[in-house]
Each structure stands twice: as structure tokens, then as C-alpha cells.
């Protein structure tokens, strides 16, 4: 597991700073995000995983 930074990105927005070794394809404009337990799970959009429908 690695550590990174939070900042503020605007008075409402967080913005994440992902480590090289965790970078989303560039390709991805878009991901999925959701709340788990006390974290999250982010993940590119175009992934076969849909969690929409649950």
C-alpha cells in the first residue's frame, strides 16, 4: 500500500494525487467511483465492471 496527498482543488472539490504505479489508462476520461466502508474504489469507466446496477 502506498501513500499519497489530498488537496483542495476549488472551495467544494478534493483532488487525489494517484502514484505512477496506480495511474488510470489515459485513454479513461471517465471513472467509476463509490464509497466503501470508510474509503473508495475508483476505477475507469470503460472497465467491465458495472457497479451501477447494484
Known sequence: ???????????????????????????SKEIWIEKVHNGLLIMPKSDSWDY???
Open 1 to 27: 500500500m502506498k501513500t499519497t496527498t489530498i488537496f483542495e482543488n476549488g472551495p467544494s472539490t478534493q483532488a487525489v494525487r494517484i502514484p505512477t504505479a496506480y495511474r488510470l489508462p489515459t485513454s
Open 52 to 54: 451501477s446496477s447494484e
